[in-house]
């Protein structure tokens, strides 16, 4: 306080001095944003931790929105769905002669046929859309049954040659009449595939779906599939039947020959809640891959099949209705099957009549005479 008493008795010194006292005050301003009052014992405020702002969790993206396969009920993402509109469901005619295995590009399915061709011997028609096979082998010719199973579903049907003698079992009024887009190779060739030089016609022909699609489209065959869709549902694994089913683990599917090179047995397989695939005694495999082959469900369907009387082929009627097992979760569904016309979606029933819901995946339709043993 006397200096500031000093300061006002002289003015230089007041300039001073006041300058000095000017900075001793905003230095106290300063220091008292600092420091806490309370002498030399004060410390200093720091910030503490928790007065940071903490950064917002990224919020989870959402995921893309899934659209169910048609064909077989597969979840696909809306973009991948989208892609596959523009092609159409291929129907593709595999032999299953002995000479002709093991074959390829069964188990890329989504959906595959057997039934028997001539002299005890079953022929497959595979049915691709939303799966691709680098190797389909070995393309056989087409068969007026076959035909309209694929017309039910819209497809492509693609073969190599037909039966075209006259009589009921002619396929060429049958394409016409159901308007059928037809991949033929004895006419197209190199369009449909190719021929394997070091093995004996006619078990030698391979093709692949890349080249199908492109020559589809070439014939301006494209999609989208048009169809009516079964039912499909999430898996129900090792559930306890319900007294209008009994439990499958083996299915044994015979096609009126038991014992034969064409006898068939599925294995459930619980750990992926679906059935692998025996014949003839032994496991059947792709060519390719060495897998065995797969299915989700076993559709067996009992249809008459009976002699055209022209040469050694069968006619098998695939419009009206029989008995019918399907075979999922490791049980067996007794039921029927319907199919109301040559284009009519084949369908599929339960003991009070309601139609079966399929699990997501590949389906085997194995079509089998009437009187053939099927036993699980």
Known sequence: MGALRLSLSKPGA???????????????????????PGGSSSSPILPSPSDSPSPSPSPTPAPPPKV???INGVMLDQSVYESLQAKAPLAVMIENHPDARPQAGLNQADLVYEAIAEGGITRFMA??????????????????YYIQWAAELGAVYTHWG?????????????????????LNGLFLGEEVGYRDE????????????GLLWRAAQAHGFNGP????????????????????????????????????????TWYYDPAKNGYVRSEGGAPHTDATTGEQLTTRNIAVQFAPLRPSGVK????????????????????????????????????????IGQEITFNRGRTWIEVVPTDSPVNY
């Open 68 to 70: 169910a396969s048609p």
């Open 127 to 144: 049915v691709y859309w939303s799966t691709e096979a680098a190797r389909i082998q070995y393309v056989r010719s087409a068969r007026l």
């Open 225 to 264: 599939p048009v169809l009516e869709p079964w039912k499909f549902k999430e898996d129900e694994p090792q559930r306890p039947a319900n007294p209008a089913e009994r439990a499958a683990p083996v299915v044994n599917v015979t096609f009126g020959s038991p014992g034969s090179a064409f006898d068939v």
């Open 312 to 351: 050694a082929y069968n006619i098998i009627d695939t419009v009206g209705s029989g008995p019918a097992v399907v075979f999922q979760d490791g049980v067996a569904k007794v039921g029927t099957w319907r199919k109301d016309s040559e284009a009519g979606r084949t369908r599929f029933f339960d003991a």
């Open 198 to 209: 070091s093995r004996l016609a006619p078990h030698n022909v391979y093709t692949d779906t």
């Open 14 to 36: 007041r300039l001073i001095v006041g300058a000095a006292a000017g900075i001793i005050i905003v230095t106290a301003l300063i220091v008292g944003l600092i420091f806490v």
């Open 162 to 182: 037909q039966v075209e003698d006259p009589g009921p079992v002619d396929v060429w009024p049958v394409l016409a009449r159901l308007n059928m887009r037809d």
